[in-house]
């Protein structure tokens, strides 16, 4: 099956000016609109998400309430709740299997660091698995904090750059974060 | 008043037509194309897809096989609904020709059930 | 079985103000309970009598304590017992196979522990098995109840006891290529040390002495 013939899309090919804006600016603004979750509940998260989506906190007021049992019709996975060691290449096949542009939400303490259970079972934190767009803290997070992270995602997928935009985006990023203090250096209330 | 009132729905079949070729055709054009192994390979949930043999053995054959015969003994009893419907018209004709039908598409059957298709393991 | 356990937890090396080092736990010595028994035990263990005339040679002991009926069987005998018991004695199911690990008792450190219920005569008893570590073999249940098939694998998984006769003892819980066995009381718990700004707070497992 190697090698495939991959390509970008045309969007990605237009050059840097009004057009390359207003494409973003379109691009974005349909991407944002229905995201598509992937089911990816695992615990106590997955109750609060289904609550999301149920009548009182509604998710369809976005377009979200189809949760796509297959990862190939999904943009967005929402991982609720802790990961096994034994769930871990579950996980990365499933995010693996989905489309491109996808995103990430680590819902829940147990999705973003490992939560309560600092122990040889679970990953601490699914940033070791997938890429991560949004952390939402909780334990579990309610229905509105999830929506919140939504909207906070929609706003981010709005402003995303592409093409010659995002290659400048990408360099300004990583050079601000190899010219940033480690963790172990920051001085904070601990200290 | 003169033209065939077919002529619409030609228009709206080739109005359709001409939106798929050219949903397809866009897409193909200025669509992004990137792959990766686990796109490539079938949806089981996450694990790695079994079995693992060349290209023909990555779909169990069983599955085939149980829509197959679905369809087939699905399309018999569709044929026996007009039977249903005229009954009292057709009498004992009908009753004959339906059992020699129903008698054909058994002996697919018990072919089919003493040969092992109705297994699943 | 065990020594004497002074202190709960609390540093035993600086002063300990938390008042639960002074504590001692009495150590844990099972003897053999005396007839009659009480309740519907005796009538269980008279059954078990007359129909497994080798009773008194398979049962190592037998404990009555705060109302439940603890039969310790050899390992050798588990499968005549368990036979016997779910024929004749009407135990029908099995609520699966605990492990425990005790670790200072030399040559038996590795319990099986059964959970047995009688459905028609609303009956419940204990059947627990004591192995070496060095040689943690017992024989399968799964001939005698179907449902201990994923309960032995799972005792396996936790603990490193063998089951013979298992049609197929692998992990359930741990990912299959997992070294260790996380429940014996020598494995650790784990954890990472979590970074802050300037400080890091050391895993659960290090952050006291627990005793």
């Known amino acids: 099956m190697a090698p495939w013939r991959s390509r970008m899309g045309l969007e990605e090919k237009l050059p840097s000016g009004i057009v390359l804006t207003s494409v973003e600016k379109l691009a974005g603004y349909m991407r944002k609109n229905s995201l598509w979750p992937a089911t990816f509940g695992l615990a106590c998260c997955a109750i609060e998400m289904m609550a999301a989506g149920a009548g009182r906190y509604d998710l369809a007021r976005f377009g979200m309430e189809v949760f796509r049992a297959s990862p190939r019709q999904a943009d967005l996975m929402i991982v609720a709740g802790r990961v096994s060691n034994k769930m871990a290449p579950v996980l990365r096949q499933i995010y693996d299997q989905m489309a491109a542009p996808k995103w990430v939400i680590a819902m829940g303490a147990c999705a973003s660091s490992g939560g309560m259970f600092n122990n040889y079972a679970i990953v601490q934190g699914v940033d070791h698995v997938v890429p991560v767009d949004i952390y939402l803290p909780g334990c579990p997070p309610r229905p509105e904090m999830l929506m919140d992270a939504i909207l906070k995602l929609h706003d981010q997928i709005y402003a995303e750059k592409l093409g010659p935009n995002r290659e400048k985006v990408i360099k300004e990023v990583e050079l601000a974060a190899m010219n940033a203090l480690p963790i172990h250096q920051l001085k904070g209330l601990l200290a | ?121 | 079985m065990t020594q004497d356990q002074q202190g709960a937890f609390g540093a035993s090396s600086t002063g300990d103000t938390s008042g639960y080092g002074g504590l001692t736990q009495a150590a844990l010595n099972i003897g053999s309970s005396q007839r009659p028994f009480g309740g519907y035990f005796d009538q269980v263990a008279d059954d078990l009598e007359r129909a497994y005339p080798d009773f008194a040679d398979a049962i190592e002991r037998v404990v009555v304590d705060r109302g439940e009926l603890t039969l310790h069987i050899k390992a050798a005998r588990l499968v005549d017992v368990a036979l016997i018991l779910r024929d004749k004695l009407k135990f029908e199911m099995s609520m699966g196979v605990s492990g425990v690990h005790y670790p200072d008792d030399k040559d038996r450190e590795l319990h099986a522990v059964y959970h047995l219920l009688s459905i028609t005569n609303n009956q419940r008893i204990r059947l627990e098995v004591s192995v070496p570590d060095t040689n943690p073999h017992i024989p399968s249940l799964v001939e005698v109840w179907a449902g201990s098939n994923w309960n032995e694998r799972e005792t396996f998984d936790m603990f490193g006891i063998i089951f013979d006769g298992h049609p197929g003892l692998t992990r359930i819980l741990m990912p299959d290529d997992w070294q260790g066995h996380p429940q014996r009381k020598d494995y650790a718990l784990g954890g990472i040390g979590v970074e802050y700004k300037g400080a890091v707070i050391p895993p659960p497992s290090d952050r006291r002495s627990y005793k």
């Open chain 2, 1 to 121: 008043m003169n033209a065939n009132p077919y002529i619409p729905i030609l228009a709206i079949a080739a109005v359709g037509f001409g939106f798929a070729v050219f949903s397809i055709a866009a897409a193909a054009f200025t669509g992004p194309a990137r792959y990766n192994r686990a796109k490539m390979q079938a949806y089981e949930c996450g694990i790695e897809p079994s079995p693992q043999a060349a290209e023909g053995g990555r779909f169990p054959v069983k599955y085939f096989l149980t829509a197959m015969l679905f369809i087939i003994f699905d399309i018999e009893i569709v044929f026996l609904y007009p039977w249903a419907v005229t009954f009292d018209q057709l009498g004992l004709f009908g009753l004959v020709e339906m059992a020699i039908f129903i008698g054909t598409v058994f002996v697919a059957f018990a072919y089919v059930w003493r040969r092992g298709g109705l297994e699943w393991d």
